[in-house]
């Protein structure tokens, strides 16, 4: 090759390679990535930017360290089998320690980060309204129409600051989209308003909102009128309750009972016949709102790790039941357990009891899965201990309790079978709203006879069938009966611990002796019962000010002093 | 020419015996060529190596200087000796001749060419500070990777081994020390100039490897060299020498340190023990631990012992290595074909159809050609290439040693009374069935590596070059084996019947899958200008570079710069180096992309200086020193394009509706910095070279100090802002330190001594780093060294820096009682351990917790070594140690599951009442652990280590005996790797390097015996 035709390939290299020096070889397009204005120009991605605000709602039960506690675990409904720390923090009254776990759906700082994302994304939404060329055409996909997509993302914004408010009091009120550089060290609003701030977008949103029954099936989970209203009657139910309303101001109270009327009077909704499969169906007439999610199975399923019985191949059977809970369900002739005349049995204790509790949760010699549920100890002849299958007090991946729970671990699950059902989180059902509604009216007016038609509603449930509320109850026999049986209707689905802290009643619901059962197998195979007081690792700490959360301790640190903690903490 | 030609076609080939028949027929033409070989002062010179050009044979010159071999008269004869110019000469002209040689500067002959990037210099000439070493200064070791060989060897390298076993052989290095506290500063590694990995390769493929490790040698790199660099080059072939060499070793791998579970009855008592501890009743009855004692029974009370069960004592390795060079003055080749073969431990591990032991071969080639065209015109082409097949057991070896090594001796029989696999509804982990009934997987991963160089000169301007270089660069995955599922079978209640676990499948061929396919390209271009103006010499390099970097799925990672050095020397004497590059990086926003990096070097030879002529003592002296920027864009940020704000789509949204298909969603990203840059490291390094008492010893030392700014560090954003944030440049951390090499070199008459050592220190200090305003001053990392304790898990590393402060273990309820209350677990009792209140309040909690030094990067790292040679004898050794260093044991004390009850081998040393004062750790607990699984400085430990590395003793045949074969030389040796370890951990027996090795779930360290022969034709 002649010199200088290498020097002709050399110098082309080389300049090419010089001249292209040029800004763009390192300047990239995001690739598949898309910029801002690009999403807003174009109504479909705007609209499932909106959509998936949904996500950052509280959707499930199993949430703290991944998948390992629950609230009923940090109340009296249940305690965990092998004391996993993200519930035994917050039953030590260590919520900052809860909430230093890292976990994805922490129920202190992830909830805190969790809902201003979700908050983030319907101000980003809101202010996009109008930059958004939504198409005119007709018809248009349910997905793109403006004034839904505005009503649902003010009926989030409110849910996702209601669960901050419940949980922390006051927080500061973000109504607009922040910039990096600008500061938002933004002190706490009130906590009325904050209540105020939320229904305001109720309001609007609830005018806008489509009834369910306007709803196709294809449209199952997303927000409707029913569901904005449901969330009034319950922000005004938790806003006129002692821990929000110190001076029990009853016209609070009566605007609860209107919300909760209000729902009520869409008669769009109606109790399921059947409380069994109450979170195993796939739509119900009951359902307001529902966290949409495939069937679980097995092998799959969160849940079924937490709280299935190693005796059927679970792998942890950390939700375990407390005595206690299982105290409140009353007797089929509707008397509590406490009452001489009840004829309570302790040596039958689940003999002749609100059927509720068999569907909540599963305890000794129950046939469930087609054998009996084995939670005994016996003592051979030879001084030997044996254990039942699903109980072994040497190991915590079984139960602490004697008891397991029904509700997170349905009956398919079964040994070596592919069972697979629906384990619904519900937002909102309509026997809340009964029990919304017969609290609020019997505090605000006292035990009239809406009161007792909506509570009896529930008891007459088809496969339920208590007798009907004793005619005459005192306001305050009625506000404990009412107690009774939201604890026991909504057992185990998110809502007795925030009643709990709504009612202020901590020292007295949670900070007590908890007990488990002892069940001791005889020779001649019949069960001896006895209820017992559970290991100091399983008693419980709850001190006047935990009814509020702390505000997570690192974002105290970051802000110059203007984020103020709950008191206490 | 023609037979030439045909010699090298066949070299090519890499055929070894074919190229050895052709040398069989070249021993003709019996013409004596002799001589004697002077000094310029007329003094003989003795040992000068004399042979003839493109040949295998050669002698040495006598004691008087004089030669004498036979050959043809046109045969080119080289005349070769250290320290002096070599010479080449016509037989014609060499005949009854004397030949003067003359010597060569200090640190400036052939053998002391230094690789700077692209260019070469000699040592004498730098004035940047790189450690080098050459390919054949390192140990033949049948090892999988280059890692093990560097170890300890290289002043300011250090190298932390943090996997082992076939296949899995990682190890992370560090250059000096460390100034960032967001990644673990791994430097880059560069093979032949182009970025690429390096312990995969061949040992006989590698002519040296240099670290760079100041700014005057890093910053022609810019934006990508603040972290440091290795360097390696491969081997070319000579104009002058043809050489066929052939390496064979052979050795055994055996487990340096392994669980030793427990025994059935131990376990047992240990368990009832625990859980009467945590309330509950003793599980095992008299009678059991009596027949798990007397193994009356072992269907119903098995005492199976699994590590002697399923880990091999010993397994086999083996290399081979065969490569020839050689050239002329058209053209050099050098090649090479290796094949490297690793069994794992596992033992019993086979069926009649598949074997799931771990295996690790690998085929390394490589040809290096250079051509001389024209006289104007060089180019080399380098093709290498490796094929790796890692063959594994379907489960991970994680898995399967963490079955092995935690299962309880007394779980169940391996194989139940009808032939199927044991197993009980807590362990459904066989290990048996995991390695004989579970599947195997081959991954076999084909690299090919190739690179282009030209070089021009320039006709009209003398010294005037132009160079490219291009390379290409592939892998890919292929991943193939056999899919098999197991079942276990726990005997139920009544005879006969089994309660099953697991899902038994047939055998079937796995799902065959290619990934993991990566292309990678660089480009370098430019021009140098080469030339010596009587005793002013100048050297100029500049570079334009571009490299893209691409895999499936993504954007292709691409960097780009130009790089510019101009050296000057006067009289070999003063040196002085500017390096400037320019750099630009995709990471960062349009506008803001590019970075000057510039760095000055300066050389002082001041030995030579007349004032210090009269020291006789000091042969050579040298001074220097660097100061420079580079840069590191290396982030972890988690996505690219960090400045741009922007928005992904089509990732699974929030479903609706009954069908349960996830909509599309558009999300948007972590909200992005647009002020996002590179890290800076201002690098000083200030040191001199010596040589003393006749060049007997060698001393190099040096003083550096890294600061480096615009580290990331958290955004303090609240987090009401509703977005995840990217990052800030606001952090700002140093190191300092020193490090020194020192070499003794000696031959006392028949004896050639050689010992060196190297010994570097660095420490380092957070400058600048977001916290939380709020954070306690005793939790704040400002202030303090980057340090972290590393706790390896079977998922993943932790790295934690913030300890309680244990004080012992309390000895008595009442001492509970009255210290402050530990909130950790529900109770607290005698037998655990006891911590500090940090900050007064009289409650333990995380509040306590305090920011700390301990680190597993050590202070203070070095190796020393030696070799000695009498006559056909030789020896030789390396130790490498560290001290300030920190390891964790809790995850090995604390290790197991509730279905264990937490036991291992550690739990026999627990506290109980009855041994309160001997014992050395927290009493045993089935539940309500976590008082004492706390990251508390009470599972520290000091780290430190002393380890003879490598040892060698080899045996040369004598040359007589040798050459009767037609051998050029042959030697036979015996070499062991990690012999010897010498610790602070008082007797525990684990890995001080790696704690978790050969427990928990890892692999354990490995020390290998090998036998080896090295012929060379």
Redesign the interface.
């Given at each position: 090759?002649k010199?200088y035709q290498?020097?002709t390939i050399?110098?082309t290299?080389?300049l090419s390679?010089?001249s292209s020096?040029s800004?763009d070889?390192?300047?990239?397009t995001?690739?598949?990535?898309?910029?801002?204005d690009?999403?807003f120009a174009d109504p479909t991605?705007?609209s499932?930017?909106a959509?998936?605000a949904?996500?950052y709602l509280v959707d499930d039960y199993v949430r703290f360290d991944d998948h390992r506690g629950t609230t009923s675990q940090a109340s009296d409904e249940a305690v965990s089998g092998?004391?996993d720390?993200s519930v035994?923090y917050l039953n030590?009254g260590?919520f900052?320690?809860h909430s230093?776990r890292v976990a994805a759906l922490n129920d202190i700082v992830g909830i805190?980060?969790r809902e201003?994302?979700?908050?983030?994304?319907t101000?980003?939404m809101l202010s996009k309204m109008a930059v958004v060329p939504w198409k005119v055409e007709d018809p248009r996909p349910a997905i793109t129409v403006p004034e839904r997509i505005e009503a649902e993302m003010r009926f989030l914004r409110a849910f996702f600051y209601f669960e901050l408010v419940k949980r922390f009091g006051g927080?500061?009120i973000?109504d607009r989209v922040?910039d990096?550089n600008e500061s938002?060290?933004?002190p706490r609003s009130s906590y009325t308003d904050c209540v105020n701030f939320i229904l305001a977008d109720l309001d609007k949103a609830q005018a806008k909102l489509p009834a369910v029954e306007a709803l196709s099936?294809?449209?199952?989970?997303?927000a409707t009128k029913g569901a904005a209203l449901a969330l009034k009657a319950r922000v005004l139910l938790y806003a006129a309750s002692a821990l929000n309303n110190e001076g029990n101001d009853l016209s609070k109270w009566a605007s609860a009972a209107a919300a909760a009327k209000e729902v009520m009077d869409l008669n769009s909704y109606s109790l399921q016949p059947t409380y069994k499969d109450i979170l195993n169906v796939?739509?119900s007439t009951e359902y307001i709102m529902m966290k949409?999610?495939?069937t679980r199975t097995n092998t799959d399923g969160k849940i079924i790790d937490f709280a299935q019985s190693?005796?059927s191949?679970g792998q942890n059977g950390q939700m375990n039941p407390t005595q206690n809970h299982v105290d409140l369900y009353e007797m089929t002739n509707g008397k509590a357990i406490t009452d001489p005349t009840s004829g309570y049995d302790p040596q039958k204790p689940y003999a002749n009891r609100d059927p509720r509790m068999t569907w909540n949760v599963i305890y000794n010699d129950e046939t469930y899965q087609s054998r009996k549920i084995e939670m005994w100890s016996q003592v051979n002849a030879?001084?030997?201990?044996t254990y039942g299958r699903d109980f072994n007090?040497?190991?915590?991946?079984y139960t602490a309790t004697r008891y397991y729970c029904r509700k997170m671990w349905p009956e398919v699950y079964i040994?070596?079978v592919a069972g697979a059902t629906y384990i619904n989180f519900l937002f909102f059902r309509y026997a809340e709203v009964l029990l919304n509604y017969a609290e609020a009216q019997n505090e605000a007016v006292g035990p009239d006879a809406s009161v007792y038609t909506a509570i009896n509603q529930i008891r007459k449930r088809g496969d339920v069938n208590m007798p009907d509320l004793p005619a005459g109850l005192s306001q305050s026999a009625m506000r404990d009966r009412i107690r009774n049986e939201r604890a026991v209707e909504l057992a185990f689905e998110d809502h007795r611990w925030y009643d709990i802290m709504r009612w202020k009643k901590g020292p007295e619901i949670v900070a007590q002796p908890i007990y488990a059962m002892n069940v001791v197998k005889n020779a001649n195979n019949t069960f001896t019962y006895s209820k017992v007081l559970m290991?100091?690792?399983?008693?419980k700490v709850f001190r006047d000010y935990m009814h509020r959360y702390p505000i997570?301790?690192?974002?105290?640190?970051?802000?110059?002093g203007i984020?103020l903690q709950n008191p206490g903490w | 020419m023609n037979f030439k030609k045909i010699k090298y076609i066949i070299a090519l080939l890499c055929s070894l015996f074919m190229a050895g028949t052709v040398y069989a027929q070249k021993l003709d033409e019996p013409v004596t060529i002799s001589g004697r070989v002077l000094t310029i002062n007329k003094q003989p010179l003795a040992g000068v190596s004399v042979f003839k050009q493109e040949s295998t044979q050669a002698v040495q010159t006598g004691a008087d200087g004089s030669f004498s071999f036979k050959g043809l008269p046109t045969d080119q004869i080289v005349f070769q000796y250290t320290g002096y110019i070599t010479l080449t000469k016509t037989a014609s002209d060499v005949t009854n001749l004397t030949i003067t040689m003359q010597a060569s500067l200090i640190d400036a002959s052939d053998g002391d060419d230094v690789y700077i990037p692209f260019g070469v210099r000699k040592k004498r000439q730098l004035t940047g500070t790189i450690s080098s070493i050459k390919g054949s200064q390192l140990p033949q070791l049948p090892s999988s990777t280059l890692n093990n060989v560097l170890v300890g060897r290289l002043a300011g390298l250090y190298i932390q081994q943090t996997d082992v076993g076939p296949g899995a052989d990682e190890a992370t290095f560090l250059v000096r020390g460390r100034s960032s506290y967001n990644s673990n500063q791994a430097p880059i590694v560069l093979v032949d100039g182009v970025q690429r990995n390096f312990t995969d390769m061949d040992l006989n493929e590698i002519e040296s490897v240099s670290v760079f490790k100041d700014a005057a040698s890093l910053s022609w790199y810019g934006m990508y060299g603040a972290n440091g660099m290795i360097s390696v080059r491969t081997k070319r072939g000579s104009a002058t020498r043809t050489r066929i060499t052939f390496d064979a070793q052979g050795g055994m791998q055996t487990p340096l340190n392994l669980t030793r579970p427990l025994d059935a009855f131990t376990y047992a008592s240990l368990?009832n023990e625990a859980?009467v501890n945590s309330?509950?009743?003793p599980?095992y009855?008299q009678?059991a631990l009596d027949a798990y004692q007397n193994g009356s029974n072992p269907d119903l009370y098995p005492n199976n012992n699994l590590v002697d069960q399923f880990i091999k004592k010993a397994a086999p390795v083996q290399r081979y290595v065969a490569t020839v060079s050689g050239g002329n003055g058209f053209a050099k080749y050098f090649t090479m074909i290796s094949y490297f073969n690793q069994d794992g431990l596992f033992k019993g591990a086979s069926n009649p159809t598949y074997n799931s032991n771990s295996n690790f071969q690998r085929y390394n080639f490589r040809t290096n050609l250079d051509l001389h065209?024209?006289k104007?015109?060089e180019v080399q082409v380098d093709v290498g290439g490796r094929i790796n097949s890692l063959r594994h057991a379907e489960a991970s070896t994680s898995t399967i040693l963490g079955s092995i090594y935690t299962t309880p001796a007394n779980a169940y029989p391996l194989l139940n009374a009808d032939g199927s696999f044991g197993g009980t509804?807590?362990f459904r982990g066989n290990p048996l069935g995991y390695l004989t009934a579970d599947g195997n997987t081959t991954d076999l991963t084909r690299s090919l590596l190739a690179t282009i160089t030209?070089r021009?000169k320039?006709?009209f301007i003398p010294g005037l070059s132009?160079n490219?270089l291009y390379s290409y660069d592939i892998r890919s995955n292929y991943t193939s084996g056999y899919a098999q599922d197991f079942a276990v079978f726990e005997p139920g209640a009544s005879a006969g019947t089994y309660?099953?676990?697991g899902?038994a499948s047939p055998l079937i061929f796995a799902n065959t899958d290619f990934n993991s396919n990566l292309r990678s390209n660089e480009?370098w271009?430019?021009f140098d200008y080469d030339k010596l103006f009587g005793k002013h010499g100048i050297n100029f390099s500049t570079r334009?570079t571009?490299s893209v970097m691409a895999a499936p799925g993504?954007?292709e990672d691409?960097?780009?710069g130009?790089s510019n050095r101009l050296s000057y020397n006067y009289n070999q004497r003063y040196f002085i180096d500017v390096i400037g590059t320019y750099s630009?990086?995709?990471v960062f926003a349009?506008g803001k992309?590019w970075g000057f990096f510039p760095a000055i070097s300066a050389g002082w030879i001041i030995s030579d200086e007349r004032f210090l002529k009269p020291v006789k003592f000091l042969n050579y002296l040298k001074l220097r020193g660097s100061y420079g920027v580079v840069g590191s864009d290396a982030y972890s940020l988690g996505r690219?394009?960090a400045y741009?704000?922007?928005?992904?789509?089509?990732q699974a949204?929030?479903?609706?509706?009954?069908?349960?298909a996830a909509?599309?969603?558009?999300?948007?990203?972590a909200?992005?910095?647009p002020n996002l840059t590179w890290e800076k490291a201002r690098k000083t390094s200030i040191g001199f070279d010596t040589k003393f008492m006749n060049q007997m010893f060698t001393l190099s030392a040096d003083y550096f100090q890294e600061v480096r700014t615009d580290l990331l560090t958290n955004?303090?954003?609240?987090?009401?802002?509703?977005?995840t944030?990217v990052q800030v440049n606001a952090g700002k951390a140093r190191y300092r330190g020193f490090e020194t090499e020192l070499n003794f070199s000696k031959r006392f008459d028949k004896v050639d001594i050689n010992i060196y050592g190297n010994y570097t220190f660095q420490k380092s200090k957070v400058l600048a780093i977001n916290e939380?305003?709020?954070?306690p001053d005793y939790q704040k990392a400002l202030g303090h060294s980057i340090s972290s304790v590393m706790q390896v898990a079977s998922a993943s590393t932790t790295y934690i820096s913030n300890f309680l402060q244990a004080d012992g273990i309390f000895q008595s309820d009442a001492e509970v009682a009255a210290s402050p209350v530990q909130?950790f677990?529900?109770?607290v009792k005698a037998g655990d351990i006891k911590y500090k209140d940090v900050n007064g309040d009289n409650i333990i909690?995380?509040l306590d917790f305090v920011r700390t030094d301990y680190s597993f990067v050590p202070k203070a790292y070095y190796g020393f070594g030696g070799s000695v040679k009498y006559a056909n004898l030789d020896m030789s050794f390396l130790f490498q140690g560290t001290t300030g260093r920190t390891i964790s044991i809790n995850n090995l004390v604390n290790n197991g599951t509730?279905?264990n009850g937490y036991l291992n081998q550690f739990s026999v040393s627990r506290w109980t009442p009855a041994n309160a004062a001997t014992a050395i750790y927290p009493r045993l607990l089935?539940?309500?652990r976590?008082n004492n699984t706390q990251n508390s400085d009470f599972w520290l430990r000091n780290g430190d280590y002393l380890r003879l590395k490598h040892a060698e003793i080899g045996y040369t045949l004598p040359t007589s005996l040798t050459s009767k074969i037609k051998l050029s030389s042959l030697r036979i040796y015996l070499s062991g790797f990690n012999l010897l370890t010498f610790d602070k951990l008082d007797g525990m027996n684990i890995d001080p390097e790696m704690p978790q090795s050969g427990y928990v779930f890892a692999y354990p360290n490995l020390r290998t015996y090998s036998v080896g022969l090295n012929v060379k034709f």
């Open positions: 090759m010199a290498l020097y050399i110098f290299v080389l390679g010089l020096c800004k070889f390192l300047d990239r995001p690739g598949a990535a898309l910029p801002e690009a999403v991605l705007a499932q930017y959509i998936n949904y996500t092998n004391l720390r035994l030590q260590l900052h320690d230093e805190w980060s201003y994302n979700g908050i983030n994304i101000n980003m927080v500061p973000v922040y990096v938002i060290d933004i099936l294809a449209e199952n989970g997303r796939p739509t949409v999610r495939p190693p005796g191949a030879n001084g030997t201990v007090p040497n190991n915590p991946i040994n070596k290991s100091q690792n399983f008693q997570p301790r690192s974002e105290v640190y970051k802000s110059q984020l | 368990y859980q309330g509950g009743t599980t009855s009678a065209v024209n104007n015109l509804s807590l030209a021009q320039v006709n132009m490219v309660n099953t676990y899902t480009f271009g430019g334009y571009r993504s954007l691409k960097a780009e130009l630009g990086s995709q349009p992309q690219r394009y741009n704000n922007y928005f992904s789509r089509g949204g929030f479903i609706f509706g009954t069908g349960f909509p599309a969603a558009t999300t948007q990203n909200l992005a910095n955004s303090l954003t609240p987090s009401i802002i509703g977005q944030l939380e305003a709020g954070l909130r677990a529900g109770t909690d995380n509730a279905s089935v539940s309500e976590a």
